[in-house]
DNA sequence: CATAATATGTAGCTTATGCAACAGAAAAAA
DNA sequence: TTTTTTCTGTTGCATAAGCTACATATTATG
């Protein structure tokens, strides 16, 4: 459970030349890949910052996740999808790798170390995206948007061990990604910030509490 | 990916006798397991209904997770995890396997089939469970009670392929499930009556959309 | 069967949130 | 640099949703 794989060490190991594999790069503001269903595409987000959004039929845009680096994503965690649009769109510059997860399983002819190592650590990989996905919905579960607020800034807090932190996302991103509405989030950070739970300067979030 | 691996026809052929795995029963109301940290506890629900709450400071009750036959859960999911505590509790007479995670990778000295089955079939398994999450996700982020309730109509008339459903959990779950107000729920249900969206007699439920 | 406990259905009041709109700041692009 | 675009911060208004409370129906349980 606690081992120290990390995909990017052995990432620069990188030769995998099996057919079973792609990478990509893309510039900023490109859309990765759609979820279409049917192709059990899996990917790792190597490099850079990307967005997995929804539109739905109101207009509303949602950041259903936000990818960093290592980044497991794709149609294989979506096997049963909603009418709407899914996809992917790069952030800042992106270095991606493309599987198909029904290869992944197979062994590979070629025996590329890349390959085999990714599988095996397969199950831990998800595991952390589970966490993830759990976390996310303890989020999305809060009832207010000042608690939406609150947990949001204490799970970076712990994350980055200090009570002073830069938001990763910009507050548009935010309120997409907490589902609430923007204009309605600013008016409750103000609050939070009169009622002396925070503090914010610029990009800066300071947590005053406890 | 489309295997056609099923937990529950094996499970009668049951006779794991070494010591990584535990079989118990428990009765209405019980509590099956507290989730606390480190020991990644992951669990199998074989027969029953089951719920994973969540108490939060307010005293609201969210149900985190609903969960039937065959459903994965247990703390191996919770790696990082927020202050609230959280339970499952057993909403019908449930038979439950408890594993320890990190014991179920390693081989199984005794060699029980069970056992490899099992860990041969694991990735699977957390896939399914990833694609309940992301479903559970798509869930939250609807913005309005009204959108909630039609989109979960809406995934329970999918998966019993009919517009007309019994209702899997009590009215009274559904809120915490859908993490919105009871009465607010109540009201809107009645309203999208009045929109000749729904129909609703007892717990049964009947789409006229489309 | 009687009684308790829980679930359903409804209403009034209050408040949080969504929506629309706009001005200024910051960042990106030309 | 200048221009354009995106992001931030704020407000008024309308309404969805939360809270409380209660009556009835349904389901457990002694």
């Known amino acids: 459970m606690s081992s120290d794989f ?48 929804r539109y739905d039929l109101n207009g509303n845009r949602t950041i259903v996740e936000h990818l960093s680096k290592n980044a497991l994503f794709g149609e294989v965690f979506y096997k049963v999808t909603i009418n709407n649009e899914l996809l992917v769109e790069a952030k800042t510059k992106c270095t991606v790798l493309f599987y198909i997860y029904d290869q992944l399983k197979e062994p590979c002819t070629k025996k590329c170390e890349f390959h ?75 609050l939070l910030k009169e009622d002396k739970m925070v503090d914010k300067i610029g990009n800066r979030i300071i947590l005053l509490y406890e």
């Open 6 to 53: 990390n995909i990017e060490n052995f990432y620069y190991n990188f030769s995998c030349n099996c057919n079973k594999v792609q990478k990509k790069t893309f510039s900023k503001g490109q859309v990765i890949t759609t979820y279409i269903q049917k192709r059990n595409q899996l990917c790792i987000l190597l490099k850079g910052n990307a967005d997995l959004v």
């Open 116 to 190: 085999s190592t990714l599988s095996e650590h397969l199950p831990e990989l998800i595991l952390n995206k589970i966490t993830e996905l759990n976390t996310r919905i303890e989020l999305l579960t809060q009832r207010t948007t000042r608690d939406k607020l609150l947990m949001y800034f204490s799970l970076i807090s712990t994350r980055k061990l200090s009570k002073t932190f830069e938001l990763p996302l910009s507050l548009t991103d935010l309120a997409d990604y907490l589902s609430v509405d923007r204009s309605a989030m600013m008016r409750e950070l103000k």
